[in-house]
């Protein structure tokens, strides 16, 4: 799941193949140049590709912090709808 949100991210972010390769999971994607508009982009990239809907209250800078914590919020979800 990691794989498919970092590749999401590179979209959103619209990284080189190089630059998006070497972002860790646990890396903050802020550094990036993930705002709050692109971070909305991600959800709605998320949303459709996983078949889920984010509430409102999750869409906080701590959710969408990392992949790590992107992937963690889709589990969740997936769980909770599975």
Do not use: H, P, T, W
């Not at 990691?2 to 860790?24: F, M, P």
């Not at 802020?30 to 909305?40: E, N, R, T, V, W």
């Amino acid at each position: 799941m990691e794989k498919i949100v970092k590749e999401l991210i590179q979209e959103v972010l619209g990284l080189d193949q190089e630059v998006a390769d070497n972002i860790k999971y646990d890396q903050a994607l802020y550094d990036f140049g993930l705002d709050s508009i692109k971070a909305i982009e991600l959800v709605v990239l998320i949303e459709n590709k996983f078949d889920i809907s984010v509430d409102d209250e999750e869409l906080s800078i701590d959710n969408m912090e990392s992949i790590d914590k992107i992937a963690n919020l889709i589990r969740k979800y997936q769980e909770s709808e599975g």
